[in-house]
């Protein structure tokens, strides 16, 4: 069975701060692993994925995650946050096998609080 | 450019009572799923279906029953509803196994 672990409920950080929100992962066989954003009051929307090759993934507007076999992790980053950043964060997996359907397994969230 | 859509919004309902909740998709794909959303919890399978026709069980389907009679449509049901159902639900569809598109949410009350 797989399971997701987000480590932190929530993060706190000013502006134009970095970030990092962990995730750790259990599964025994390979995985797809995904974060996704929820602004308040909205749907999930993809933030970024690692499906194979380069474990160093970017999204448009400047979060990277890098997957990391041997910890089972896939953190997230950004060097410098924005107000608007201001979401709740989900880490997710699903195994690549079967059929072609995506069942994702989630973790509980991070919310992202960024302060002026 | 709708995507996925889930009708209604909001609903408050009283312990007892039924509902449907329809959730549809104007991309074609294939595979549909509806989620619930609790506090710390994440969210969480509740069913899905692989295509038009089919339906199988998620990670905590008691409670629910879903149906899938066009590609573009899927229903969750709730015959008779509880306070632990209050929750989000979210449906999802995908046309792969590498990406799923989110509609905005159902927000249920069960009082």
């Known amino acids: 069975a797989q399971s997701v672990t987000q480590l932190d409920s929530q993060v706190p950080v000013f502006e134009e701060a970095p970030v990092e929100l962990r995730c750790n992962y259990s599964s025994s066989v390979s995985v797809y692993l995904f974060w996704y954003v929820q602004y308040p009051n909205q749907g999930l929307q993809l933030l970024l994925k690692?499906?194979?090759?380069?474990?160093l993934v970017e999204s448009i507007n400047g979060f990277e995650a890098e997957f990391n076999k041997s910890q089972t992790s896939f953190h997230l980053r950004k060097p410098s946050v924005h107000i608007s950043d201001t979401a709740e964060y989900f880490c997710a997996v699903s195994d690549p096998r079967g059929s072609g359907y995506n069942k994702l397994i989630f973790g509980a969230g991070t919310r992202l609080a960024v302060h002026p | 450019n709708a995507g996925v859509t889930q009708t209604p919004k909001f609903r408050v309902l009283k312990t007892g009572q039924s509902m449907t909740l329809l959730c549809a998709q104007d991309m074609n794909h294939e595979y549909m799923y509806w989620y619930r959303q609790d506090p710390g919890m994440g969210l969480r399978l509740i069913h899905y279906s692989v295509g038009e026709g089919t339906t199988a069980k998620g990670e905590v389907p008691d409670g629910y029953n879903v149906s899938r009679l066009k590609k573009q449509n899927f229903l969750l049901g709730l015959e008779s509803a509880a306070p632990s159902q209050t929750s989000v639900y979210f449906c999802a569809s995908s046309r792969t196994n590498t990406e799923a598109f989110f509609g905005q949410g159902t927000r249920l009350t069960v009082v």
């Open positions: 690692y499906l194979s090759g380069s474990t």
